[in-house]
């Protein structure tokens, strides 16, 4: 019989998103003329521009026909993109770099998840506070996180300081992990390091 990981039964229940969300729904009740953009849960309020509209629409018919289907993508992404990304977003700005240099993944959640499942259980994780609960519940589930506390942090977790004072770039402890999971840009913050 397949039995489920404890471990998710301790993330299934967001308290944090539903925390901001009854904070945020509450403060758009008392101010309705102000336009809000949730950089917390992904809030997509604006329409796809036509020229990624086109772009899918150009994929979708190529993927229809014998003569341009691209089937599968190789595991490192198809060699005409891995072309255009050295190209365009590094030789364009003077940065050497080759195809090998590139992975091309299906989103960052998914890799930060699986980035999980070949770490060991006992390693110390860092995350930047704050950071996206992904990074942190990702390793609840693989049992790094220790024991959930009062103060609604995990006992295992170094949270590292990202905040204006200073400067969005986080100060490190004597305490030392083996995994420091970086967010730029950070979100919720969107800040970037420079």
Same mark, same amino acid.
């Given at each position: 019989?397949?039995?489920i990981n404890s471990q998710v039964l301790k993330v299934a229940r967001n308290e944090v998103q539903e925390e901001m969300d009854k904070r945020v729904n509450v403060y758009k009740t008392l101010h309705p003329a102000v336009s809000l953009v949730r950089l917390d849960s992904s809030d997509a309020i604006l329409p796809l521009t036509a020229g990624v509209v086109g772009a899918m629409l150009e994929s979708v018919q190529e993927m229809g026909k014998d003569a341009t289907t691209k089937g599968i993508a190789p595991i490192k992404g198809y060699p005409f993109l891995l072309d255009a990304i050295v190209k365009n977003d590094f030789k364009a700005r003077g940065i050497k770099?080759? /195809? #090998? #240099?590139?992975f091309v993944n299906a989103g960052v959640k998914q890799d930060i998840s699986g980035i999980g499942d070949i770490l060991c259980k006992d390693n110390r994780i860092a995350v930047l506070d704050p950071i996206s609960q992904t990074? /942190?519940?990702s390793n609840v589930i693989g049992y790094r996180a220790g024991i959930l506390e009062k103060n609604h942090r995990w006992s295992n977790v170094l949270y590292l300081s990202a905040t204006p004072e200073n400067n969005y770039i986080p100060t490190f402890s004597d305490e030392r992990p083996d995994i420091v999971f970086l967010s730029y840009p950070n979100n919720p913050t969107g800040m970037a390091i420079r």
């Open positions: 019989m397949a039995l770099i080759t /195809v #090998d #240099d590139i990074y /942190v519940e």
